[in-house]
């Protein structure tokens, strides 16, 4: 489009008038300033202070809420405490080694222990040591005790998932007996008949009255449809010794060879859901089997396990009590200075008696760190109900006349005979700390009043030095510091009863006397508990007067367990160490928080 000079023409003559514009900028921006003074400035000290109020109110309600939360919290914890928490597994150290888990030839405390945590007995021991049914649901007794008919309870199975019936009861006590099985629990049962009267009564016929047979009943019970096929003579080494088959709370689930050198292993363990006595509260259960003390206190330290057995009392002190809580339980069993009564030293009554004398038992307990629970007498006072004899106090005055009154007479710093021969005492022990500290504490007690002492420690552990053939079979001691396990009844007829002082017999003192065999016979013939403990009585005044073995301390049970675990209860009573199990099913070994129940 072409240009038209006449438009540019009409532009040329406006005029602009520039004090007219500045006038009207100055109005612009008083006008602009006005209204910045009118909504901002004059309300900035209004919005300041509502700053303040709504952060005021921010905390106000901050402070609300936290309130609420604590009172929350508080009202929690009145209604909310800590319990114990079902599951997990439980690890315990215990001695080895684990040579088999077949339980009629356990021997060492991990064997004992896996044998009661994977098998069950007729009957078994609570925690105060009190007889109770396990397979057992009821016991009938006839014929003046001579025949026991024993009910099982209904419904039990193995570990397979077979039913167990009083047939396994049978096959396990003829296999017991048969002597090709070489298992320790056969002479107990020789002499008595058993029979499977139906799938859930069993028949015990003995050929006379046994007043402590029931307890004989706590023997585990194997499967007659896995065992019944084997030889008796081939059982210790059959195959059910690397993976058995039990009706017990823990069934097996695999051996583990830590290390072969040392011979330390697990035994893995699942619970058992189908359990008679219902079902534990653990998951699993694992038993360390270690070659000595100083490794379990190790595997303590190193939370290796959650608690261990087989320490001493004296270990207790070197437990981490942060992390576990110790015990020191009794036992039904005692601690003995055992009198050889066949040698030539110690066979004249007037001696023992007088090397009784010599003994304070309280410094040897008071030097080994131990409770003060005397047992005086060949078993627990407690265990009787009569008026028992006591032993004469501690006189080494008193013993010192009555050596010489049997011909020993002071020579110097000892004592001789009149044929110049000194009266000299070979003491002899198990390796063990407190065996070893009592043993010097009766040697410096002795030594004391003239009597020479020589020391001997036996370390089973060590080649060629099995302390059943090289020392209690052929009785090569004077004097043998060991313990006896004496049980829940008071019949001590093996340790005291002359027909037992046998190269095999348990009868360590060879003490006989047919005062005491009379009334140890008699007593275990009657069931009737006033004419037991009347027969006891007898027989425990003989024992003293006799003096064929100085008891030490009751035996105890040191056990220590992770803090968080529920475990044995610190007031039982354990008639042996595998008692500890008696309530293994209420076991846990972790903690949750739980509502109270109003």
Request: glycine share 6%.
């Amino acid at each position: 489009m072409a240009d038209d000079p006449g438009r540019w023409k009409k532009y040329s003559k406006l005029k602009f008038d520039s004090s007219k514009i500045a006038e009207r900028a100055k109005r612009a921006e008083k006008a602009t300033l006005g209204h910045a003074h009118e909504f901002i400035l004059k309300r900035w000290s209004s919005i300041h202070d509502a700053r303040r109020a709504i952060i005021t109110w921010i905390l106000l309600v901050a402070v609300l809420i936290s309130v609420a939360g604590l009172q929350i919290a508080w009202f929690s914890q009145q209604y909310r405490s800590s319990a114990a928490a079902p599951g997990g597994t439980y690890a315990e150290a215990t001695l080895g080694p684990i040579d088999t888990l077949n339980p009629l030839y356990a021997s060492s405390s991990a064997e004992r222990s896996a044998a009661r945590l994977m098998f069950s007995s007729l009957y078994n021991y609570d925690a105060m040591g009190g007889l109770r049914g396990d397979l057992a649901q009821s016991m009938t007794i006839e014929n003046d005790a001579t025949t026991y008919f024993v009910r099982l309870r209904k419904g039990l199975k193995w570990h397979d998932g077979r039913p167990l019936t009083a047939r396994d009861v049978m096959f396990t006590v003829n296999l017991i007996k048969d002597t090709g099985t070489r298992s320790y629990l056969s002479p107990v049962w020789q002499g008595i008949d058993v029979e499977a009267v139906d799938d859930t009564t069993v028949k015990f016929d003995l050929p006379a009255t046994i007043a402590a047979f029931p307890h004989a009943l706590t023997f585990p019970v194997v499967p007659r449809h896995i065992l019944a096929d084997v030889p008796a003579a081939n059982l210790r080494e059959n195959s059910f010794g690397n993976a058995p088959v039990g009706s017990g709370p823990f069934k097996f689930r695999r051996l583990q060879s830590i290390s072969p050198e040392s011979r330390t292993a697990v035994v893995h363990m699942n619970r058992f859901d189908e359990h008679h006595g219902g079902a534990p509260q653990l998951g699993r259960f694992q038993l360390h089997a270690y070659a000595d003390r100083e490794a379990i206190m190790t595997a303590l330290k190193t939370g290796e396990v959650n608690g261990a057995v087989d320490i001493l009392t004296s270990d207790l002190v070197d437990v981490d009590s942060n992390r576990y809580q110790s015990d020191n339980l009794s036992m039904y069993g005692g601690v003995y200075a055992l009198f050889n009564t066949d040698r030539p030293i110690v066979e004249d009554r007037q001696v023992r008696q007088a090397l009784r004398l010599a003994i304070d038992t309280k410094s040897v307990r008071q030097k080994l760190g131990l409770p003060d629970n005397p047992i005086d007498l060949p078993f627990l006072s407690s265990q009787v109900d009569a008026e028992l004899p006591t032993v004469p106090e501690h006189d080494p005055a008193g013993a010192a006349k009555m050596l010489d009154s049997a011909g020993w007479k002071l020579d110097g710093d000892r004592r001789v005979n009149k044929d110049g021969e000194a009266l000299k005492l070979n003491v002899v022990t198990v390796k063990n700390s407190e065996y070893e500290a009592a043993v010097e504490s009766l040697a410096g007690q002795w030594r004391a009043i003239g009597v020479e002492v020589e020391t001997r420690v036996v370390d089973p552990t060590v080649v060629g030095q099995d302390v059943a053939r090289s020392v209690l079979q052929p009785r090569s001691y004077d004097v043998l510091v060991y313990e006896l396990a004496i049980g829940a009844d008071p019949d001590v007829y093996a340790y005291w009863h002359s027909s037992q002082a046998t190269t095999n017999g348990r009868n360590l003192s060879n003490y006989t006397n047919t005062i005491a065999d009379d009334a140890l016979a008699s007593a275990r013939a009657r069931v009737e508990t006033d004419l037991r403990d009347a027969k006891y009585v007898s027989f425990a005044k003989q024992w003293v007067r006799d003096a064929p073995a100085i008891g030490l301390y009751q035996s105890s049970f040191a056990y220590a367990h992770s803090l968080k675990a529920e475990t044995v209860s610190a007031d039982s009573v354990l008639v042996n160490s595998q008692s500890r199990y008696a309530d293994v099913v209420d076991w846990t070994v972790d903690q949750q928080m739980v509502y109270k129940t109003p």
